[in-house]
């Protein structure tokens, strides 16, 4: 079975400082691994995905098989950061998703 | 394009009343996902389907049941709502081609009470 594992459902820092979400996944095959953001009063949508390697919004994320993890992480958190963050887990061909719990991220001024 | 679509918004429901979720989307999509959204519980999947026709279980599927009436269109159904299907309920489309490739868009979401 598959199953993503997010261990803080609450994680405050200062504006400026270095943030960290935490991930970890476990999955028998090849998983495709997404960060997924949901702002106060709108719709969740995705920030990034393991495949494309690239920074969104000052955000990255590597795909760690060994440790079976997917943590997210921004150098310098924004107040506008402040959402709440569900790691998730697709499995390829049969289309059956899986997600964390969330983390809710507070940026404080 | 609208996007993905939920009906109603809000609802709120005595035990053991039925109501149907609707849910649509115009981009074509195979895939579809109904989810729930509990506090301190992140999101459930409760039954999707890969494609017009098919419809599997996901972690939540009890007192639930889903009809992919076409491929635009998939309703999750209550038939007897309990106390603790309380939770705003979530669908989504998987996209298929492109940039889109596996992402998943969602509705605005359903805030269902059950009193």
């Known amino acids: 079975a598959q199953r993503v594992t997010q261990p803080e459902k609450l994680l405050s820092v200062f504006k400026g400082a270095p943030v960290e979400l935490k991930c970890n996944y476990s999955?028998?095959?090849?998983?495709?691994l997404f960060w997924y953001v949901q702002y106060s009063r709108q719709r969740l949508q995705l920030l990034l995905r393991h495949i494309s390697r690239e920074s969104i919004k000052g955000f990255t994320a590597d795909l760690n098989k060994g440790e079976t993890s997917f943590h997210l992480k921004k150098p310098f958190a924004q107040e506008e950061d402040s959402a709440m963050y569900y790691c998730?887990?697709?499995?390829?061909?049969?289309?059956?998703?899986?997600f964390g719990d969330g983390t809710t991220l507070t940026v404080k001024p | 394009n609208a996007g993905v679509t939920q009906t109603p918004k809000f609802q709120v429901l005595k035990t053991g009343q039925s109501m149907t979720l609707q849910c649509a989307q115009d981009?074509?999509?195979?895939?579809m996902y109904w989810y729930r959204q509990d506090p301190g519980m992140g999101l459930r999947l409760i039954y999707y389907s890969a494609s017009e026709g098919t419809t599997d279980k996901g972690e939540v599927p009890n007192g639930y049941n889903v009809s992919r009436l076409n491929k635009r269109e998939f309703s999750l159904r209550l038939e007897s709502a309990a106390p603790s299907q309380t939770s705003v309920y979530f669908c989504a489309s998987l996209g298929s081609a492109g940039e889109a490739y596996n992402e998943q868009f969602f509705g605005p979401g359903t805030r269902l009470t059950v009193l």
């Open positions: 998730a887990l697709l499995k390829s061909g049969a289309g059956k998703s899986t």
């Open positions: 981009m074509n999509h195979n895939s």
């Open positions: 999955y028998s095959g090849s998983p495709e």
